[in-house]
């Protein structure tokens, strides 16, 4: 791909980005950074790019570690954002005595 | 290699995962979606995965494999075992990893730059524009590194809140930031020393960058950071030309943006000066000019009162903050909210947009509390409800319902949204002690208003007692 067509992508995705927060409710903030944090390590990829790669062994290891790094994020990250969201409930429908006064 | 002379089906997947890491920002627009959301998350996280493994040669499956399992098992462990009140210092961590992994990953692709396609054509050379893409990746993963890690720090407690402010710090910085600049810009020549002297110096002013922030500007200085990961992970997505990896930089940076620019708006204070830092550093000094501080009426209640007039009343509006927070007293919260309900007393909770350490801090407290959401409201949503309340009941929050942000000029916090508590009938303040000031050091009329109860002790303990006299 050349430069124009990334840079494309990247300023339209930097639009989608903007629309798109705008409207995560304030509520859940905290899950969204979480999120965006498990997410953001995407950069697994380059990591894994590196340490497929034979040739320099430098160039694998600080691929290894980034792909160790990057794990630690995408499963952590996933997995706390699950569990932030999981605690947010309705109200439950359960009468409370409203009419008592 | 292959990177460039894409595949068009490698293409595609990449492409699909970065819609639905939008898909997964998309669902959290409301609660009822957002768990859907997270699944798209880490579908997309799956395919970006496994689409990479499979389109490369791999000479090193096992160890890739074991790398993956020990961060899984480090991830999973930690999410699993986190207390919700330690979320800021979690994501703060959280970002460090990400910058310590691109810079990594910059670094591999600077000692193999033919693994990742970079190369000139029939050269040995990287080719330019990838070389200062490499650089800029790198400066901001650097960055984001280090200042996570003082982020951290400071939010862990580890480290004193307070701001350390060097002399000349702005300089400093300004110089810096400056010369990486400069660096990256000279990038194109391909001098190791460049690149090194550029990892080296963003280190440091990561670093240099966050230490004269204040405990209580951490909301700005985690969305921020967050936003750097996210311009991270784009600038290596453009040395890679992956798609993936472009999408989820340009989306993480803009939700950092965001975020960071909601949390100053509710500060009413601009991102320079959060950033400049040294806010709050007259807090510590504030503790000694109290005492010149003029003596002034105020009234003390009990557990006793507070539970017999909010009994009695028809609508009670909570507002939690940090120090809800620090005394884990969220869980005793909701209990007291439920005895209310019990006696027919319409409860909300208001949350001001800067509450806690994190945006969004005081929902997550609450929701682990098992508050139901639509009891949570945020600041403009409920603001013109107080002069209905009869009972204002502050716990643990004090600049955000600080009247002085409304009239007068020369208070540090003027012009910051606040909660209009003295319109409430009775107001209920808990504090540790009439000493602290809150971390802006400025006086609350609040406290010594005719209708105010200062319920001075451990947040815990004071609505433990209250939830006893309300079961009496």
Not at chain 1, 7 to 32: K, N, R
Not at chain 2, 55 to 81: F, M
Not at chain 2, 403 to 429: C, H, L, N, Q, R
Not at chain 2, 459 to 471: C, D, F, R, S
Request: hydrophobic share 55%; glycine share 10%.
């Amino acid at each position: 791909m050349d430069f124009i067509s990334i840079l494309s992508i990247f300023v339209l995705a930097c639009f989608v980005g903007y629309y798109v927060v705008w409207s995560v409710t304030p509520a859940l903030h905290t899950p969204l950074m979480a999120v965006t944090n498990a997410i953001s390590s995407v950069i697994i990829v380059g990591a894994l790019v590196a340490s497929a790669a034979a040739g320099v062994p430098g160039a694998k290891w600080l691929g290894l570690a980034a792909v160790v790094l990057a794990s630690v994020n995408i499963f952590g990250g996933f997995a706390v954002t699950e569990r932030m969201l999981a605690m947010y409930k309705k109200k439950d429908k359960a009468p409370s005595r409203k009419e008592g006064k | 290699m292959e990177v460039h002379a894409v595949n068009p089906w490698v293409a595609l997947a990449y492409l699909i995962a970065g819609v639905c890491f939008i898909l997964a920002l998309r669902g959290l627009s409301s609660p009822a979606t957002s768990r859907k959301g997270n699944r798209y998350g880490m579908v997309g996280m799956a395919i970006a995965v496994v689409t990479t493994l499979a389109t490369h040669d791999i000479a090193s499956l096992p160890e890739i494999l074991a790398a993956i399992a020990i961060g899984a098992v480090i991830g999973l462990t930690t999410a699993r075992k986190i207390q919700m009140t330690q979320m800021p210092q979690l994501v703060a961590a959280f970002h460090s990893l990400v910058g310590l992994a691109a810079v990594l990953v910059g670094v591999a692709a600077y000692l193999n730059p033919d693994a990742f396609g970079i190369l000139e054509p029939g050269g040995l050379d990287i080719l330019k524009g990838s070389r200062i893409e490499m650089g800029l990746g790198v400066a901001i993963g650097a960055i984001t590194f280090s200042g996570s890690v003082i982020a951290f720090a400071k939010l862990n407690g580890t480290m004193s809140g307070a701001p350390i402010l060097l002399p000349a710090r702005h300089a400093i910085n300004l110089a810096a930031l400056a010369a990486i600049l400069v660096l990256v810009s000279l990038f194109h020549w391909d001098t190791p020393a460049l690149f090194w002297a550029i990892v080296a110096l963003s280190f440091a002013i990561g670093f240099l960058l966050i230490i004269p922030i204040g405990g209580a500007d951490m909301p700005v200085v985690v969305s921020m950071l967050n936003s750097y990961s996210g311009w991270a992970a784009a600038a290596m997505g453009f040395t890679l030309h992956n798609t993936a990896m472009i999408i989820t930089g340009a989306l993480v940076g803009s939700s950092g943006a965001i975020l960071s620019y909601i949390m100053c708006r509710a500060m009413n204070r601009s991102f320079f000066s959060v950033i400049a830092g040294g806010f709050g550093a007259d807090a510590g000094a504030g503790g000694a000019g109290g005492t010149a501080r003029e003596q002034r009426p105020w009234k003390r209640g009990s557990a006793e009162d507070a539970a017999f007039l909010m009994k009695e009343a028809e609508n009670v509006i909570v507002i939690p903050g940090y120090g809800m927070a620090v005394a884990q007293a969220q869980h005793a919260l909701r209990e007291m909210t439920d005895l209310l309900k019990e006696h027919g007393v319409n409860v909300k909770f208001a949350i001001h947009p800067v509450a806690g350490r994190m945006p969004g801090h005081m929902n997550v407290l609450l929701a682990e509390a098992s508050v139901p959401y639509d009891d949570v409201f945020e600041l403009e949503d409920i603001n013109s409800e107080f002069a209905q309340a009869d009972v204002a009941f502050i716990i643990g929050a004090n600049d955000v319902v600080n009247p002085s942000a409304k009239t007068e000029k020369s208070s540090p916090i003027y012009g910051m949204p606040v909660f209009d508590v003295e319109k409430a009938k009775t107001i209920f303040f808990i504090k540790r002690s009439m000493g602290g000031q809150g971390y802006a050091g400025v006086d609350n009329e609040v406290f010594y208003m005719d209708q105010t109860m200062m319920l001075l002790a451990d947040a815990k303990k004071m609505v433990e007692e209250i939830n006893k006299a309300l079961t009496d």
